[in-house]
C-alpha cells in the first residue's frame, strides 16, 4: 500500500479556529492511512496559493489541503479573496495534477456559524483529496 503524503496550509488570520481545522484535518488523515508530510502557515488566505504552490512543486507531496476562515466583512473584500483564491487552486490542481481540498470557510461568514463548521469543513478538505487521489 502506497503512503499518500498530505500537505496543509493554514491560515493564521483566525488562528485558534484553524489550530482546530488542523486537528481535525490531521486526526482524518490518521483514519486514512495518510502520512501529513508538511503543515505550512501563512498570513491568511490571500497567502495560501503561494504556498501552495510550492508545496506541489516540490513533489514531496502527493496533494494539499488548505485551511481556513475568510468572515464577513463590511465590502465585498472577502469575496473578491475567495474567489481570486479557489480559482488559483483549481489552476494549480490542473497544472501539477493532484488534487486540493478547500477547507476555508466563508467567504461571508459571520462569527456565530464559524464553530460549527471547523469539524465538517476540515474533514470533507481531506476527504476532497482521498475522492481525487487514486
Known sequence: MTVVRL???????????VKKMLSFAEDEASLKNWEVSEVVW???S???????????????????VVLGI???GETDHGLVIGQ?????IIEMQIKY????????????????HIGP?????????VGAVASMTG
Not at 117 to 125: D, G, N, S, W
Open 70 to 72: 475568510i468572515e464577513k
Open 42 to 44: 501563512v498570513p491568511g
Open 117 to 125: 463548521r471547523l469539524e465538517p469543513h476540515a474533514r470533507a478538505a
Open 7 to 17: 500537505g496543509i496550509v493554514c491560515g493564521s488570520f483566525h488562528e485558534d479556529e
Open 97 to 112: 495534477n493532484k488534487p486540493i481540498g478547500l477547507g476555508i470557510i466563508g467567504p461571508g461568514a459571520e462569527p456565530a
Open 84 to 88: 481570486s483564491v479557489t480559482k488559483a
Open 46 to 64: 490571500m497567502e495560501a496559493p503561494l504556498a501552495i504552490e510550492r508545496m506541489l512543486g516540490s513533489g514531496m507531496v502527493d496533494g494539499a
